[in-house]
């Protein structure tokens, strides 16, 4: 049986593991636009990176760990930026989950035109909100 390693090797790669994104079909969108839903969620990832001590005293007593690695985790091990290097290693997991018989193939992903109204900032790293 093959194994399929679910995890983050950037020797074999050289690319980010990318764990999860936001994503809709276009289908569902209804009235709303590619930029607002665009807008949305930037504002939304904006709006919990600004809270990220609320987050850590929401979470700290659900979670066996000390508050220091809840901040620590969200503050320095999450990327809340798909860039062309995220998007490279998704292509590479479909394509390899596909060639496996994991998944079947998959369509090329369509991104939204995330042009947005420019009314925020987007983040560059999390330590910027923190």
């Excluded at 290693?89 to 998944?103: T, W």
């Amino acid at each position: 049986p093959a194994t399929i390693r679910m995890g983050h090797d950037p020797e074999l790669t050289g690319l980010p593991w990318v764990a999860a994104v936001w994503a809709c079909r276009p289908d569902l969108l209804g009235a709303v636009t590619p930029a607002q839903l665009t807008d949305d969620l930037q504002l939304s990832r904006d709006h919990g990176l600004g809270h990220i001590e609320d987050l850590v005293t929401e979470w700290a007593p659900r979670l066996p760990l000390p508050p220091a690695t809840i901040r620590t985790y969200l503050t320095e091990n999450i990327s809340y930026l798909l860039d062309v290097a995220c998007l490279d290693a998704v292509a590479l997991f479909r394509s390899l989950a596909a060639d496996m018989g994991v998944l079947p193939p998959l369509a090329r992903l369509r991104l939204l035109d995330a042009g947005g109204t420019g009314n925020h900032t987007p983040a560059k790293k999390s330590s910027d909100f923190a």
